[in-house]
Nanobody, 124 residues
Framework: QVQLVESGGGLVQAGGSLRLSCAAS????????MAWFRQAPGKDRDFVAR????????YYADSVKGRFTISRDNAKNTVYLQMNSLKLEDTAVYYC?????????????????WGQGTQVTVSS
């Protein structure tokens, strides 16, 4: 089992940057596929990015491709989301999810463990 804690959210102006972190506790973090999702008020939890066990493969939602970068440091049991060129529509609560499955996709039900979320607010 793994416990996840997100941090790094906040208020930023459009065009700015933030880096989110998701710290994991528990065993075998390096054998968990990790992902970031986000949820705006009144909307579903949407896929943002995911990363394979070793970090060798990454995938992004079209809406963030070229602006966001997911990475992980298995020695620190942490996954990151670097967010650049932020837009108003990026405002949401951001969640990290973890799955012990080697093969995971962009659907929230594929992830067994979740953090509590961190708020990102982009202002004009």
């Amino acid at each position: 089992q793994v416990q996840l804690v997100e941090s790094g959210g906040g208020l930023v102006q459009a065009g700015g940057s933030l880096r989110l972190s998701c710290a994991a506790s528990g065993r075998s973090f390096s054998r968990y596929a990790m992902a970031w999702f986000r949820q705006a008020p009144g909307k579903d939890r949407d896929f943002v990015a995911r990363i394979s066990w070793t970090g060798g493969r990454t995938y992004y939602a079209d809406s963030v491709k070229g602006r966001f970068t997911i990475s992980r440091d298995n020695a620190k049991n942490t996954v990151y989301l670097q967010m650049n060129s932020l837009k108003l529509e990026d405002t949401a609560v951001y969640y990290c999810g973890g799955s012990p499955s080697y093969y995971t996709g962009p659907y929230s039900y594929e992830y067994d463990y979740w953090g509590q979320g961190t708020q990102v607010t982009v202002s004009s």
